[in-house]
């Protein structure tokens, strides 16, 4: 059964920092691509970044990049999502994600407010 715990999330003020962590369980993770969504009230879920099996590639959303960094390790079972920079905009509930299939967690609610 695959699980994906997020945690991390929180209250920050604007230009503060956050570190996701997605705990992965119940497939071989190293061998998939994983991602990060976001999803704000009333707004569809966007994709935030994904990193390749490896970690060797990763991709973002334009309105995060330069701010947010997307690792793994696979030792762990862990995907991170280091956010920098932070800005009201960002707020919302960050999911993890097995790319591509419809495997999710629970979600962290980041909430980016002075």
């Known amino acids: 059964q695959v699980q994906l715990v997020e945690s991390g999330g929180g209250l920050v003020q604007p230009g503060g920092s956050l570190r996701l962590s997605c705990a992965a369980s119940g497939f071989t993770f190293s061998r998939y691509v994983m991602s990060w969504y976001r999803q704000a009230p009333g707004k569809e879920r966007e994709l935030v970044a994904l990193i390749t099996s490896a970690g060797g590639i990763t991709n973002y959303a334009d309105s995060v990049k330069g701010r947010f960094t997307i690792s793994r390790d696979n030792a762990k079972n862990t995907v991170y999502l280091q956010m920098n920079s932070l800005k009201p905009e960002d707020t919302a509930i960050y999911l993890c994600?097995?790319?591509?299939?419809?495997?999710w967690g629970q979600g962290t609610q980041v909430t980016v407010s002075s």
């Open positions: 994600n097995r790319h591509l299939y419809n495997d």
